[in-house]
């Protein structure tokens, strides 16, 4: 489960571009996945733009 997360994760921060990644981790009861700028360029892409939840469709 937690590969499966982390590929869909991952084909998210590239639909998004440069400047994106993500993180997995285990929660207590489930598999979580963070994903989040870590660029200036992309902080102000995503709050002009809405990029990352774009990336979701």
Known sequence: ???LIRERANEI???AGEGY???PYVGENR??????T???E?????NQNNTL?????
């Open 42 to 46: 992309a902080i102000q892409d995503n």
């Open 31 to 36: 598999v979580n996945t963070a994903v989040w």
């Open 38 to 40: 870590t660029t200036p």
């Open 21 to 23: 990644t993500t993180s």
């Open 1 to 3: 489960m937690k590969e």
């Open 13 to 15: 921060a590239e639909r």
């Open 53 to 57: 939840l774009k990336s979701l469709r």
